[in-house]
């Protein structure tokens, strides 16, 4: 087989199908593709809806589907796609991870295929992402080092733009083909050797960091990744986490995965010094948008909800609960 796309859903049923059905126009152009339903246990009827309409839309030799059997995050539903065909007898070359509220305007999956196919050395690529709206996403990104969670709340002080930018991680959106450390996860094809190489997604992320931590994992073993501008997908935006919204406070996901990337690449020690940069950092946005009498853009408890998930001497890494979707 030359490409499988994933598709997770987890109760947004009528996004996921909006997913699917325009991928599938896109695999019209790419013999040997098919795609990978991962229902990852959203108890809301969901697995019904798809059996159904996959068999009224005649998909059934296009879009294989399959039930998780807990809602064990992103990480667990990509690795529910990924491995069946890693151990089958005809697996990907390559593997296309959409999100179930995305959706990849003509062209999008073949321009990450074609490029990959003619940069051995790439084994991540992913797409530039717009908003329904049509405004670019951020999704292009730096590895976070201790430097990026002091500077991130700051970036807005007059004079220190162009000193603290270098140190952001979320990257200035590229307008041309850019190598970079990290990619969104909304939009990216991998190639079969990287997983080869570094294994599956680490399923002790449920939501928050794992793309991260998969591209760092790629990258110490000499895979490049690539944004590439051509390939455009509107993207609703955290659909079925709300994480986009101020409104609400910050999913412990978050705050989960943050902790556990620390600890897993950098270690306990490191891990603290980053947790009181993070803090000072914040404590200095505050006072700055006092100063500027701005409003602090933040979700509500920030702070007490960063000391409360990850300032915690218990166990690093996120609790795997059976019911998942606090």
């Known amino acids: ?110 321009t990450l295929l074609d490029f990959l196919e003619s940069h051995p050395e790439a084994g991540i690529a992913g797409s530039q992402i717009l908003g329904s709206d049509g405004a670019l996403h951020e999704t292009a990104f730096r590895f976070h080092n201790l430097i990026s969670e002091l500077v991130s709340p700051i970036r807005g002080i007059p004079g220190f733009a162009r000193l603290l ?12 083909d850019t190598r970079v450390d990290w990619l969104a996860g909304a939009s990216m094809m991998i190639r079969r050797p990287v997983f080869d190489a570094v294994g599956l997604f680490d399923e002790r992320y449920f939501l928050y960091y794992e793309e991260t931590d998969f591209c760092r994992r790629a990258h110490e073993r000499g895979f490049q990744t690539w944004y590439l501008p051509a390939s455009r997908v509107e993207h609703v935006g955290a659909a079925s986490t709300g994480w986009k919204d101020f409104a609400k406070p910050r999913t412990p996901h978050w705050f989960r995965g943050r902790r556990y990337y620390w600890f897993k690449n950098h270690g306990r020690a490191v891990l603290w010094l980053a947790n009181l940069a993070w803090i000072a950092g914040h404590l200095i946005g505050r006072a700055k948008a006092r100063l500027l009498r701005r409003e602090y853009a933040q979700p509500p408890r920030l702070l007490r909800d960063f000391l409360r998930y990850t300032l915690s001497f218990a166990k690093i890494g996120p609790l795997l609960p059976v019911d998942r979707g606090e």
């Open 165 to 176: 930018d270098p140190h952001m991680v979320a990257m200035p959106i590229p307008e041309r």
């Open 1 to 110: 087989m030359k490409l499988l796309v994933v598709v997770i859903n987890y109760r947004t049923p009528e996004l996921t199908l909006r997913a699917v059905e325009s991928a599938l126009r896109e695999l019209d152009a790419i013999p040997e593709s098919a795609i990978a339903l991962v229902e990852n246990d959203s108890r809301d009827g969901s697995y019904e809806r798809f059996e159904d309409e996959i068999a009224a839309r005649g998909w059934c030799k296009r879009v294989r589907l399959s039930k998780s059997p807990c809602n064990g995050g992103f990480s667990y539903g990509v690795n529910q796609g990924v491995r069946p065909s890693l151990a089958s007898n005809d697996p990907a070359e390559y593997f296309y991870l959409l999100n179930s509220d995305a959706e990849p305007l003509p062209g999008s999956i073949r």
